[in-house]
């Protein structure tokens, strides 16, 4: 029972605007108190100019009352303040600043539990009631707390807006559906609500449709990223154990390179010995020869001499040459020279790889479809620019312009080996191999065929033609005509003549169209298919004076 006391006395001695311990109070002539600051700044935003208004009764005064402050309610709220009391904590109960509080009660207001949209008003527990007894009450619709309530109000003619004009899509009242929207399509509000309703119930729908579509994209977007560490992973070990063994083969055959080459070594270094014991042993022979021919020579006696000479052996013939070739450090240089060739062709190797395998890390794996170009200019944004490979053109073949342009000629040109040339065909593929989207055009003169291949292109015999296998595929120009070709499947293509041919491919997604150049580009022949290997533009010219030109 003290404590409700204090809590009594705390709420005798509180501002009803700010909630807390008057501060400077002063008593405004209706006998109610507040903070001097709170009453000044209340007054200072009222509207009506002159006529200023309590916050608890509401009753007016004109002209604003003077203001003093009571030395008295000082008094009382500094000895609550002596006493450790401190201002009541605010009761759940009364309306906050941001809640809505009741139209109804008087001084400190409770918050509102409902508002009325027929009446319209905002009611705490208390006063809404009557809404629940009541019979015409009972009828009205009730809502959750609303500060908008106004908005529901008609400006022109101040009452509710029950109804919905959907000619103008707004809300109306009664009264305007007789005057200014008169002939509209009117509704109640109620039945547009419903309508409403249904559409966003359609929407919510969709939404949440697409919600559970996108936690599935979601989900397989997780996925991806699980597979993609665990191919990496197994890509990685994969290519370190397939290095392990190529460097394993490698230095097997480093190991018996050196095993032949020592045992060689020993061979020669035997053979050398034995020969040098040989000629050795001819040097003691002469040298011990030489001291009896000496010593026969020194004899002073004629007669002894002419006797002892015949005794004395002629001198046998070499077995061996004059003189013996030395080549030091040239033994097995013809082994060297091997080795380095083998080396030459396994960096050639590892480039030609590397570059495409390089590409083929980088290029991003596009989860979510782009549409693909549709007009020239969208085209050219993938143009590549590449240029042909000399090292894999047939021997007639002649290249100029950087080598992007290449004619049949009656000789054969000075091209060195290589195991990629053409041998059968007038062939070339170029020098890059094309990941991604890739776009280029060809300009021709005479019968030429455009295509893409594979490294792994056969290169000798007919077997090499462009479109033979499954390992490329090919567009021949054919009697004003065109054909596709691919594993040895002809297919006719129409479409108008141009000495220009574009080519688009997009190699993830796996499409390869040719298009007919000239001030449109036409679509001649479209692939859908799956590319297992990086691509090589390639060429073929079918006779002698036959041109073709990467233009793009």
């Not at 916050?55 to 008094?75: E, G, V, W």
């Not at 195991?419 to 990941?435: A, E, H, M, N, W």
Request: hydrophobic residues 30%; contains cysteine; glycine residues 4%.
């Amino acid at each position: 029972m003290a404590q409700e006391g204090v809590q009594l006395d705390q709420e005798t001695f509180s501002c009803s605007i700010c909630l807390d311990l008057l501060k400077d109070p002063v008593t405004i002539p209706c006998g109610h108190s507040y903070c001097m600051t709170c009453i000044n700044t209340h007054w200072d935003g009222e509207d009506q100019e002159g006529i200023h208004s309590c916050r608890q009764c509401r009753k007016t005064f004109r002209p604003r009352p003077d203001l003093a402050k009571n030395i008295m309610l000082a008094a009382l709220v500094e000895e609550l303040k002596k006493t450790g009391l401190q201002a009541a904590p605010a009761d759940h109960h009364y309306a906050g600043p941001e809640d809505v509080s009741c139209d109804f009660c008087t001084g400190r207001k409770r918050k509102a539990v409902k508002s009325c949209l027929f009446c319209p008003a905002s009611y705490c527990e208390n006063h809404l009631q009557p809404h629940y007894d009541v019979p015409p009450l009972k009828k009205h619709q009730l809502v959750e707390p609303s500060k908008n309530l106004q908005e529901n109000i008609c400006s022109r003619h101040d009452e509710v807006m029950k109804m919905f004009c959907r000619t103008d899509q707004q809300s109306i009242c009664y009264l305007c559906s007789v005057e200014e929207h008169k002939g509209h399509d009117t509704v109640s509000a109620a039945a547009e609500d419903t309508e409403r309703q249904k559409e966003l119930e359609v929407s919510r729908l969709n939404i949440q449709q697409r919600i559970q579509d996108r936690q599935t994209d979601v989900k397989l977007l997780q996925q991806e990223l699980k597979d993609i560490k665990v191919s990496a992973d197994k890509t990685v070990e994969d290519s370190e154990e397939m290095f392990r063994e190529l460097i394993h083969l490698i230095q097997n055959r480093s190991s018996e390179v050196e095993q032949q080459i020592r045992s060689q070594q020993v061979i020669e270094e035997n053979r050398v010995r034995e020969l040098q014991e040989k000629l050795e042993q001819e040097i003691r022979d002469l040298e011990r020869k030489d001291a009896e021919l000496k010593q026969l020579s020194d004899t002073p006696d004629h007669s002894q001499f002419l006797h002892n000479y015949p005794s004395v052996s002629a001198l046998s013939e070499s077995t061996h040459s004059s003189s013996i070739s030395i080549r030091p450090l040239r033994h097995f240089e013809d082994v060297v020279k091997d080795v380095k060739e083998v080396k030459e062709e396994i960096q050639e190797v590892l480039k030609d790889t590397w570059e495409c395998t390089s590409q083929m890390i980088s290029l991003p794996d596009v989860l979510l479809s782009q549409p693909q170009p549709t007009t020239r200019a969208d085209f050219l944004r993938y143009s590549c620019g590449f240029s042909l490979d000399p090292d894999t053109a047939h021997p007639q073949l002649f290249f100029s312009n950087g080598d992007r342009k290449v004619s049949v000629v009656e000789y054969s040109v000075n091209h060195p080996y290589h195991p990629d040339r053409f041998s059968f065909y007038y062939q070339v593929l170029s020098k890059d191999c094309l990941i991604g989207r890739s776009y280029w055009e060809v300009e021709m003169t005479g019968l030429v065929n455009v295509a893409v291949a594979y490294k792994s292109i056969r290169r000798l015999a007919d077997e090499s033609a462009f479109g033979m296998f499954d390992d490329s595929w090919s567009l021949e120009s054919y009697n004003n005509s065109f054909e596709f070709m691919h594993d040895g499947v002809r297919t006719p293509v129409s479409g108008p003549r141009s000495s220009r041919i574009g080519v688009y491919l997009d190699h993830s997604a796996g499409i390869l169209s040719f298009y007919s150049v000239s001030e449109t580009m036409t679509l001649l022949h479209t692939v859908q298919t799956t590319f297992t290997e990086p691509l090589y533009p390639g060429l073929s010219l079918y006779c002698t004076g036959v041109t073709a030109e990467i233009i793009i």
